[in-house]
């Protein structure tokens, strides 16, 4: 495993597209472990592909490591297919823009499908930070930052 270099904005690879992944191999398992061991070291609940350069469409998520008990995921090809219609606004940071925060509004709850790294898929109900973490990190593979979708504090 290593630590990878985090791209910062702005940098033209934030802001892209990112592609679905197709390819389940080793190379993927690398990324993703490499990606959290990046999103432990940066102190960070979550971090998504293009983060470190790459341009697919996965990202890792660890909500609860900060209450000591470690739950990491990577979530591959992820898409929201239902939320609540009601939204809160809360305060958001991102590795790639250090040192800033930003209200951004959110949906409440989220449903997500998502395939996991062996390739299984996968449906999620996500609530509160869960939910604003998947959304953040989603946003990341459409190539939208929260200095977009969020005021600076
Ligand atoms: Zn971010």
Redesign the pocket.
Known sequence: MAVLPIVTHPDPRLEQVCEPVHQFDDTLRQLAADMLETMYDAKGR?L?AP?VGVLKRLFVMDIRWKDGAPEPVVVINPSIVDQSPATAVGVEA???IPGRTFKVPRPIWVDMHWTSLSGIAQNWRLHGIGAVCVL??LD?LNGR??TETGTEE
């Open positions: 979550g998504a983060q991102c590795l790639s953040h990190e990341h930052l929260i």
